[in-house]
């Protein structure tokens, strides 16, 4: 079973629209993050909730709004999509917000989001 | 500004071949180093990480070794092989609660048969 699942795993739209990525966790952790990953394989961290709560917001534009329902679950929102937000997104999570051998993040297999 | 970085962007082994994965890091304050493997349509996976405290460490296959003196990690894979194929992305953070995982850029490791 995987662990880190996103939904869905492509998602191809138009410029201008609005869409969510989901994501769950089985693993019983308590903090979950998305990441972006750009065509030049860059990975870079954009936020974290740790028990519904946001601890990390990197700086991105507004229009991305994470949401956490519960704390196995962290869905994005991306309003008015633009070229640049084309990239994969990646959700994991990890036990706790500290990073640590004995706790590392688990990642998901990516959504891969193209803005025609 | 931080960053973290690999020197090459591609690597190219024989199979059973050692491979060593290089990256450079500029932020001192970071206590805390990670190896990340990423196959094709994959998400990273975890390799193996070591504390600022540790100059070596050893995995099943793999070794990383980090000076701190010139900021310094590297990656070593005994005995490469095809499944090694992948990117590899090195990571550094700080212990403390909340903390964040940098990457490096990756780098493409590719095992010739």
């Not at chain 1, 994005?76 to 917000?97: K, P, R, T, W």
């Not at chain 2, 290089?22 to 805390?32: G, W």
């Not at chain 2, 700080?94 to 850029?105: D, I, M, P, R």
Request: charged content about 20%.
């Amino acid at each position: 079973d995987t662990a880190v699942s996103q939904t869905p795993k492509y998602l191809v739209t138009q410029m201008g629209n609005d869409k969510s990525i989901k994501c769950e966790q089985n693993l019983g952790h308590d903090t979950m993050y998305w990441y972006k990953q750009d065509s030049k394989k860059f990975l870079k961290i954009m936020f974290s909730y740790n028990n519904k709560e946001l601890i990390i917001n990197e700086t991105v534009p507004n229009r991305f709004s994470p949401k956490s329902p519960d704390k196995a679950h962290l869905n994005l929102h991306i309003n008015s999509l633009e070229l640049g937000d084309s990239a994969v997104y990646f959700c994991a999570s990890s036990q706790d917000g500290r990073v640590t051998g004995n706790q590392p993040q688990h990642f998901g297999d990516g959504t891969r989001l193209s803005i025609l | 500004g931080e960053s973290v970085g690999l020197h090459l962007p591609t690597l190219s082994v024989q199979e059973g071949d050692n491979s060593i994965i290089n990256c450079a890091y500029s932020n001192s304050a970071s206590d805390y180093f990670i190896w990340y493997k990423q196959e094709s349509g994959k998400g990273p996976q975890f390799i193996i990480d070591i504390r600022s405290n540790m100059d070596k460490r050893q995995g099943q296959r793999v070794t990383v070794l980090l000076n701190k003196t010139v900021k310094h990690l590297s990656l070593q894979i005994a005995a490469t092989q095809p499944g090694d194929s992948a990117v590899y992305f090195c990571a550094e953070s700080n212990t403390g609660a909340n903390s964040k995982l940098t990457f490096g850029k990756g780098i493409t490791l590719s095992v010739r048969p």
